[in-house]
């Protein structure tokens, strides 16, 4: 299983982006995707998850801000910045719990894309 994510770049603060991930190879089902982000010195924290259900969590310092989605068709999940402020400046990673078959779930990363909001 691989997850590519895509839809980084450079905005100025006030800005939107929209970041895209795709999961492909072979999988039974996929539960759980989100995304999480590293900024240079910090530890991976949560920005927001989705079930295949649809309930989502976000962190707190996101929430109003940010929304992630999904379509399970696709096998995608996405995340839509708006309001973007310096301090979300961060590699952002997407993750993804595949049950590869009906008794064997893995936790699966993309390559991290980089985000930069400047002020």
């Known amino acids: 299983v691989q997850l590519q994510a895509s839809g980084g770049g450079l905005v100025q603060a006030g800005g939107s982006l929209r970041l895209s991930c795709a999961a492909s190879?072979?999988?039974?089902?996929?539960?759980?995707m989100g995304w999480y982000r590293q900024a240079p010195g910090k530890q991976r924290e949560l920005v927001a998850t989705?079930?295949?259900?649809?309930?989502?969590n976000y962190a707190d310092s996101v929430k109003g801000r940010f929304t992630v989605s999904r379509d399970n068709a696709k096998n995608a999940v996405y995340l839509q910045m708006n309001s973007l402020k310096p301090e979300d400046t961060a590699v952002y990673f997407c993750?993804?719990?595949?049950?590869?078959?009906?008794?064997?779930?893995?936790?699966?990363w993309g390559q991290g894309i980089l985000v930069t909001v400047s002020s």
């Open positions: 993750n993804a719990d595949v049950a590869v078959t009906v008794l064997r779930r893995y936790n699966y």
């Open positions: 190879g072979s999988m039974f089902a996929i539960n759980a």
């Open positions: 989705i079930t295949r259900g649809g309930v989502t």
